[in-house]
């Protein structure tokens, strides 16, 4: 209690030691000898200190209701992998990460069906986001192999976007912070490298080579709704399975690895076609791409 009375801010004890006047004996006086006779105050102080702690992880472990805060998505109880695990020397690990992907644009127009065509697809409640005049909200929500962001903006309303941010190919983006620009358009910013994008049409305000995809939402009620194309249509775009980072992702970009890969092509999406193509064709030594131009990367 005596470190908490006196030492800065931060300060590790060993430097508190360091840095206080009479050193270790005048410590020894002050705590063992009660030379400024407080120790009972001290002795007070503690008592108080350990009386109120309350560890925050066993209150969630012992509510239902705090341990929503934590699902991966708010509309199911299943969860999805973000990161091919491999095997190496016999135990499972991450894949690598790769230090770097080339920009990638995601267009509305990768999507075959058209927007006219979409429907609304009710998917979360408004209690879900838990939001509030004080700040902005958000959560995430599996739909089909593809995740998507919620955010509430106090005033604004709500908005919709992928959850994954191209820049490194990261989950994250229903946990990026949301702000606005002076010419007022609203973003999220991811919280990995701060990409910042458009919350209203998906562009990138800090780096144009990147864009994501934006979805309408409408609250009727206590029901989330986001005007969607089918899972089917949207999977192939933006699904998990497509972009989560697989150990082809890091052997293609320099940082190789152990284990069996999948085939993916130039911008770090994943190819099955790409794949079937390379186990038809005969395993002969060979330059380049082995006479198939979709394996010129």
Not at 94 to 112: L, N, S, T
Not at 172 to 194: E, F, M, Q, R, T
Request: aromatic share 8%; with cysteine.
């Amino acid at each position: 209690m005596f470190y908490i009375r006196t030492a800065d801010k931060l300060m590790r004890t060993a430097r508190w030691i360091e840095n206080f006047e009479g050193g270790v004996e005048r410590l020894k006086g002050i705590i063992l000898n009660d030379d400024l006779g407080i120790c009972a105050d001290l002795e007070r102080e503690m008592e108080a200190l350990v009386g109120t702690y309350a560890c925050e992880w066993t209150a969630v472990v012992n509510d239902l209701e705090k341990q929503k805060m934590f699902r991966q998505f708010v509309n199911t109880e299943e969860t999805t992998p973000q990161i091919e695990q491999i095997t190496e020397r016999g135990q499972p690990r991450p894949a690598d990460w790769p230090k770097a992907f080339p920009a990638v644009r995601i267009e509305e127009d990768e999507i075959k069906l058209p927007r006219s065509q979409w429907k609304w697809r009710q998917l979360a409640k408004v209690s879900d986001l838990m939001p509030t005049q004080e700040g902005v909200t958000s959560a995430a929500i599996k739909y089909g192999d593809t995740q998507l962001a919620i955010f509430h903006v106090p005033n604004k309303g709500y908005f919709a976007t992928q959850q994954m941010c191209p820049h490194k190919r990261a989950f994250v983006l229903d946990h990026g912070i949301v702000g606005d620009d002076l010419k007022g358009n609203i973003y999220v910013s991811c919280p990995l490298h701060k990409r910042n994008f458009s919350l209203t049409n998906g562009e990138c305000l800090s780096d144009p080579d990147y864009k994501i995809l934006a979805f309408d939402v409408k609250a009727e009620g206590d029901d989330l709704s986001l005007l969607l194309p089918d899972p089917t249509e949207l999977d192939p775009v933006i699904g998990t399975s497509k972009w989560m980072i697989r150990q082809a992702t890091a052997e293609m970009y320099g940082r190789g690895g152990a284990g069996q890969i999948d085939i993916v092509g130039p911008d770090g999406r994943y190819k099955p076609e790409l794949e079937l193509v390379h186990e038809q064709e005969p395993q002969t030594a060979c330059a380049g791409a082995c006479g198939d131009s979709k394996l010129e990367w």
